[in-house]
């Protein structure tokens, strides 16, 4: 089947400006996270869906970060002003949301560029 | 604190051959799951192997296995008979078992190259 899909898969923008990145994940996967990615900080996780809700938002670095998920399906991280250090690839990933091992599974994908 | 330690930024092997990636982890839950990804330099995560806290037995999957040690918190990677296409980014990952915490928490990752 499809797996995780994001969009788009590159994304260059100017400081100051708003972008929103797009997650669609697999079919039946009730919960869904997004993580980013840079050469500074690694991988660090941002949030996460449970179905429509958002139990855990502990990891948005600031009040610039937002996220919904609409009909437990697709998910949009939105950046607001966005600065140089948003610079980074933003990973979506969506599992089972069972108890136990639960893996999560990865899409390709965004790779944020601010200038 | 770091939560999950990775100590080797790169390792080289050669085809055929096995390796052994380290990843040793912090945690006071006695819950919790361990799990590696691998990342090709196209940059998707692709999951590998799993090993919740309570499995007596190390897991294997394929040439993959884990070598589990809960006492010393260590959850090592094994990959037996090393091919090229294994060149990548290996990141060990943990998830605490507290109630509504499903977030990963990623080690730095080693990168592996595989020579001929």
């Known amino acids: 089947g499809a797996g995780v899909s994001q969009s788009p898969s590159n994304k260059v923008t100017e400081k100051g400006k708003d972008v929103e990145l797009r997650c669609d994940p697999i079919?039946?996967?009730?919960?869904l996270y997004w993580y980013r990615q840079s050469l500074g900080q690694g991988l660090e996780f941002l949030i996460y869906?449970?179905?429509?809700?958002?139990?855990?938002k502990s990891g948005l670095p600031s009040d610039r970060f937002s996220a919904e998920r609409t009909g437990g399906s697709v998910s949009t991280l939105t950046i607001q002003r966005t600065q140089q250090e948003d610079s980074a690839v933003y990973l979506c990933?969506?599992?089972?949301?069972?108890?136990?091992?639960?893996?999560?599974?990865f899409g390709p994908g965004t790779r944020l560029t601010v200038l | 604190a770091q939560k999950i330690t990775q100590t080797q930024p790169g390792m080289f092997v050669q085809e055929k051959e096995a390796v052994t990636l380290d990843c040793t982890y912090d945690?006071?839950?006695?819950?919790?799951?361990l799990f590696w990804y691998k990342q090709p330099s196209s940059g998707e995560m692709i999951f590998l192997i799993y090993?919740?806290?309570?499995?007596?037995q190390n897991a294997t999957e394929g040439r993959y296995s884990l070598n589990f040690q809960k006492a010393r918190k260590s959850a090592n990677l094994v990959i037996s008979a090393s091919q090229l296409g294994d060149s990548a980014m290996y990141f060990c990952a943990m998830r605490e078992a507290r109630a509504g915490r499903r977030a990963l928490t990623f080690g730095s990752g080693t990168r592996l190259q595989v020579q001929p």
């Open positions: 079919s039946g996967h009730t919960a």
């Open positions: 090993q919740g806290s309570y499995d007596e």
């Open positions: 869906f449970q179905g429509n809700s958002a139990p855990d």
């Open positions: 990933a969506s599992s089972l949301g069972l108890a136990g091992q639960d893996t999560q599974y």
């Open positions: 945690t006071s839950d006695q819950s919790y799951g």
